[in-house]
């Protein structure tokens, strides 16, 4: 079992970034696949980005496309997800998973993962 603590969440106006990051403890996230989802109030939580371990291949909603960049740090056994260009609708709380083994047409695939973090805010004022 792997556990994920996210942090860097916080108040930003319309524009501006922010930097992400899942930890994980309790084994190397070897051979994993961390994905990033998101759930705005009175919202379904909904999938946001992701990447994969091995070889680093990356998924991205079209939403954040071109703003958002999901990167994995090895020897910190960290994924960030850097947001730029905010905006008001990216308002939510974030949360990473983790699951091993993952095909990459699964990856956004909320269902697939079985270690979650607690999650961050994150608010975009316009």
């Known amino acids: 079992q792997v556990q994920l603590v996210e942090s860097g969440g916080g108040s930003v106006q319309a524009g501006g970034s922010l930097r992400l990051s899942c930890v994980a403890s309790?084994?190397?996230?070897?051979?994993?696949?961390v994905g990033w989802f998101r759930q705005a109030p009175g919202k379904e939580r909904e999938f946001v980005a992701a990447?994969?371990?091995?070889?680093?291949?990356?998924v991205y909603a079209d939403a954040v496309k071109g703003r958002f960049t999901t990167s994995k740090d090895n020897a910190k056994n960290t994924v960030s997800l850097q947001m730029n260009s905010l905006k008001p609708d990216d308002t939510a709380v974030y949360y990473c998973a983790a699951q091993p083994r993952m095909i990459l047409s699964d990856l956004p695939r909320e269902y697939r993962y079985s270690n979650w973090g607690q999650g961050t805010q994150v608010i975009v004022s316009s």
């Open positions: 309790g084994r190397t996230l070897s051979g994993y696949a």
């Open positions: 990447i994969r371990w091995t070889g680093g291949a990356t």
